[in-house]
């Protein structure tokens, strides 16, 4: 990326905060570093990152407090946060998205997947999007938000409105996880009453015109496009 990411990265352990520092530092980016709750919310007002790496079990003040804290305050209403976690049982997910977080990253990691993951997760942010006008292209896939097409390998897709909707939705932000209650506020609105069900049928729907790789369901918590 041309302009290099401020990333803070939060963890009372400090062998995580000295590999996760090397690594990033290593690829260009300019990293800060936190070793407990408390600290990370003066440094991220301080630094303004635009993504922050936070533990989730922390003494004191959990991962998840932490980024309570930083969503209560609109300066950082923009800054993505990603819960770095040993724990993959969907409870703790659930709540680190009604938290406010954007992703995770699963421990151990490996350093040649660590750089991936981290530039496709800046790609959520607005000073990092790579967006032609309002056409953009994810893999096989090419979105022309404005007219409302979608290619899949330069052959044009039919889909129907609510469909398009829900792909623009989720290809907004490629890898959050979008909840399903956000997914019916936002493609249906609250006016509308409709089941999970229907959810499911369109994302079928989806899938069977799009490809089935694209759209990863997480189990318990909602859905996220990949490419």
Known sequence: MAKKAKI?????????????SYNLEK???????????AKAIEKAKKF?????ILDIMMPEMNGIEVCEKLRADDSFKD???????ARAESFTQIAALDSGGDDFINKPIKPSVLKSRINAILRR???FKKMKGDVIKYGNITIDYEKYVVKVKKEKISLAKKEFELLSLLSSKPGKVFK?????????????????RTIDVHIRKLREKIGSSYIKTMKGVGYKFEF
């Open 180 to 196: 399903r209650a956000e997914i019916l506020s936002k493609v249906w609105g609250h006016e509308v009453i409709v089941g999970d």
């Open 27 to 37: 690829e260009g980016f300019k990293v800060k570093t936190a070793f407990d709750g």
């Open 48 to 52: 303004n990152p635009h993504l922050i």
């Open 8 to 20: 803070l990265i939060v963890d009372d352990e400090q062998d995580i905060v000295e590999f996760l």
């Open 79 to 85: 800054t993505l946060i990603v819960f770095l976690t």
């Open 125 to 127: 942010h607005d000073d």
